[in-house]
């Protein structure tokens, strides 16, 4: 099956804060074929899918927010719900977080849709597919596999199974644009980084590898918004959905909308 683009348009829509969809576009090319930085970032990928620890799985997972979750922007939505119990927010200063919150990952939407069109990049899992085809490789060879020697074309996410890939393209990456926006966001808000947050996940209750993993309980700790952001950043590469590249430079533009929305918000 040809997947098609999700909202292909949604760089085109007027945002809250910014000048337009282009306005913090990256200023760096994704890497391509044939130049070494492609090679490269295909290398890196399946170092993670072969060296993929439980914990490493684990956050893969949590931090998917696929079909039927909240998504990711939503995800954050959810941490400031937590922000507003932990600090005894009354209803103006949740309608001012909120407020600021959900136009950040507005125009983060908005801008990280845009690039994506502009880049057209491909995700992973085509990149390995046409470097490695034929060639034989180390990673994670599917459900209660392990790490087992396969040819390239073979190669496979870690990702639940009706979720192999996302449907639009891999540069710059929306997880990490939406994280670093919405951290900054929270930061600015609550005056501080302080997060102290933290979620358990009990053996077994994998999607990807029911009954498996984790062999144990494991305990995801984010003891400020930063590192928060920066776990889901990274998650999507021990997911196998973004290079690095599409993750570090997101994380720029989530700072850079963050700083616009928040001034603005402020209006």
């Given at each position: 099956?040809?997947?098609?683009?999700?909202?292909?348009?949604?760089?085109?829509?007027?945002?809250?804060?910014l000048?337009?969809?282009?306005?913090?576009?990256?200023?760096?090319?994704?890497n391509?074929?044939?130049?070494?930085?492609?090679?490269?970032?295909?290398?890196?990928?399946?170092?993670?899918?072969?060296?993929?620890?439980?914990e490493?799985?684990?956050?893969?997972?949590?931090?998917?927010?696929?079909?039927?979750?909240?998504l990711?922007p939503?995800?954050?939505?959810?941490?400031?719900?937590?922000?507003?119990r932990?600090?005894?927010h009354?209803?103006?200063?949740?309608?001012?977080?909120?407020f600021?919150?959900?136009?950040?990952?507005?125009?983060?939407?908005?801008?990280?849709?845009?690039?994506?069109?502009?880049f057209?990049?491909?995700?992973?899992?085509?990149?390995?597919h046409?470097?490695?085809?034929?060639?034989?490789?180390?990673?994670?060879?599917?459900?209660?596999?392990?790490?087992?020697?396969?040819?390239g074309?073979?190669?496979?996410?870690?990702?639940?199974?009706?979720?192999?890939?996302p449907p639009?393209?891999?540069?710059?990456?929306?997880?990490?644009?939406?994280?670093?926006?919405s951290?900054?966001?929270?930061?600015?808000?609550?005056?501080?980084?302080?997060?102290?947050?933290?979620?358990?996940?009990?053996?077994?209750?994998?999607?990807?590898?029911?009954?498996?993993v984790p062999?144990?309980?494991?305990?995801?700790?984010?003891?400020?918004?930063?590192?928060?952001?920066?776990?889901?950043?990274?998650s999507?590469?021990?997911?196998?959905?973004?290079?690095?590249?599409?993750?570090?430079?997101?994380?720029?533009?989530?700072?850079?909308?963050?700083?616009?929305?928040?001034?603005?918000?402020?209006?």
């Amino acid at each position: 099956m040809i997947q098609t683009f999700i909202a292909p348009f949604w760089g085109r829509v007027i945002p809250f804060a910014l000048t337009s969809g282009a306005q913090f576009r990256p200023p760096v090319l994704p890497n391509q074929f044939p130049f070494g930085g492609y090679k490269k970032e295909v290398e890196e990928i399946l170092k993670y899918s072969s060296d993929l620890t439980d914990e490493q799985k684990v956050i893969a997972e949590y931090w998917a927010d696929g079909p039927g979750s909240e998504l990711p922007p939503g995800h954050w939505c959810v941490f400031a719900a937590y922000v507003s119990r932990r600090d005894a927010h009354d209803i103006d200063a949740d309608a001012r977080m909120f407020f600021a919150l959900a136009n950040a990952v507005f125009d983060v939407s908005i801008s990280v849709w845009e690039a994506k069109r502009f880049f057209d990049s491909v995700r992973p899992i085509t990149a390995v597919h046409f470097w490695k085809q034929g060639k034989m490789i180390r990673a994670w060879g599917g459900p209660g596999r392990g790490t087992i020697v396969m040819r390239g074309e073979y190669w496979q996410p870690y990702q639940v199974a009706t979720v192999v890939t996302p449907p639009f393209s891999e540069f710059p990456s929306g997880h990490s644009a939406f994280s670093a926006a919405s951290a900054d966001i929270l930061k600015r808000f609550t005056g501080s980084d302080w997060f102290g947050a933290s979620v358990s996940v009990a053996p077994g209750t994998s999607r990807v590898e029911p009954g498996l993993v984790p062999a144990h309980t494991v305990s995801l700790t984010w003891p400020t918004f930063s590192a928060a952001a920066d776990e889901a950043g990274i998650s999507r590469r021990y997911g196998g959905i973004h290079f690095d590249q599409g993750d570090l430079q997101s994380r720029v533009i989530g700072r850079q909308i963050a700083a616009q929305t928040w001034i603005k918000a402020q209006t």
